[in-house]
């Protein structure tokens, strides 16, 4: 696991030093020459749509003659989707943005290609892949969304043995797609101390639901005052609406991220390799921090309140590997929605 802070990026994490990463030769402008005659690019992403819709707005503004058109489904949906396209011999995107867990197995799959970014430099460590099959677009902190009207921020259980508390039974929004967190946890506790936790913690009878904008909007609306280990940027989103909803965070922070690549049969490459290029700019950057998402760009301010005090914990890519066996874990503990 990486333990970094915000402000320390650049010093707290070495990965290697840029001049050992691949670099893949084209110029911006053969890169234009070729999505002219392109015209088209095929972008997957889990971005929720209306925010993948302004970037790829704002990518077709810059870049007209390219007509950008969108596949967007929840993480392991999407790596799904992909899966079952290759293996019927069909490669249909160009562009592919989801976590780090989807990008890990399609590196390993091989189905991305090797592409270094000019704007990989101005990205943070270790948000960008050493062998340049990748780079992350922004981080997932995640954090503890809570219902403004129906808890004081005081109120809020923070601690691990504080959600045990009897009088929040029932009371505690779940995705149940997402075991990552529940990973994490078993590794920082140690597995037989962590399962036993997390049988108590089931024990709390959640209310489950799939994906975590759903599970945020309901949080607003009331239905019930916590959801445990929502992101960051949902919570800025709706609260940013006017929503009566704020986050606070456990430290140190689980915190996942979105990497984006080029497909290994884009196509449309060139096209693609200039979408990455955009959504790692400094103009791009910029758009993604304005839905209240922590955008990887150096430099670049969020909207977000009290990041910069934050002690974010990375945890190794390869993690991927026991996705299905604590994905079982997980959903033997805590249980699938009941509709």
Not at 239 to 265: E, L, N, Y
């Amino acid at each position: 696991m990486i333990y970094l802070r915000y402000c320390f990026f650049i010093t707290a994490i070495v990965i290697g030093p840029l001049s050992t990463m691949p670099i893949i030769a084209s110029t911006h402008e053969s890169l234009i020459e070729g999505a002219k005659k392109e015209g088209k690019l095929v972008v997957y992403t889990s971005m929720t749509v209306d925010q993948a819709q302004k970037l790829n707005d704002a990518f077709k503004a810059k870049y007209p003659f390219i007509q950008p058109s969108m596949f967007r489904a929840v993480g392991e949906r999407l790596l799904t989707k992909i899966m079952a396209e290759a293996q019927a011999g069909r490669y249909e995107f160009d562009v592919v943005q989801s976590a780090e867990t989807q990008a890990y197995f399609l590196k390993k799959k091989n189905l991305l290609t090797k592409y270094v970014a000019p704007e990989t430099k101005n990205i943070q460590k270790p948000f960008f892949d050493p062998d340049g099959y990748w780079a992350a677009v922004y981080m997932m902190p995640n954090v503890i969304g809570y219902n403004t009207r129906m808890l004081k921020r005081n109120e809020v259980p923070r601690s691990d043995e504080e959600f045990l508390n009897p009088k929040w039974k029932g009371k505690i929004g779940m995705d149940h797609s997402k075991p990552e967190w529940f990973s994490w946890k078993l590794k920082r506790m140690g597995e037989e101390k962590g399962l036993a936790y997390m049988r108590k913690l089931g024990a709390q009878d959640f209310k489950l639901y799939s994906g975590l904008t759903i599970l945020t909007n309901l949080l607003a609306a009331g239905e019930f005052p916590l959801v445990l280990n929502t992101y960051l940027h949902n919570v800025e989103d709706v609260r940013r609406k006017g929503a009566p909803v704020d986050w606070v965070a456990q430290d140190p922070v689980f915190t996942k991220f979105q990497p984006i690549g080029v497909g290994s049969k884009a196509t449309n490459p060139n096209a693609a390799k200039l979408f990455v290029d955009f959504m790692l700019s400094e103009e791009g950057q910029k758009i993604i921090a304005s839905f209240g998402r922590v955008p990887t760009r150096r430099g670049v301010p969020t909207t977000a309140q009290g990041i910069d005090k934050l002690n974010y914990v990375i945890d190794d890519i390869g993690a991927g590997d026991d996705f299905n066996k604590n994905f079982e874990l997980f959903r033997n503990i805590f249980g699938a929605p009941k509709s």
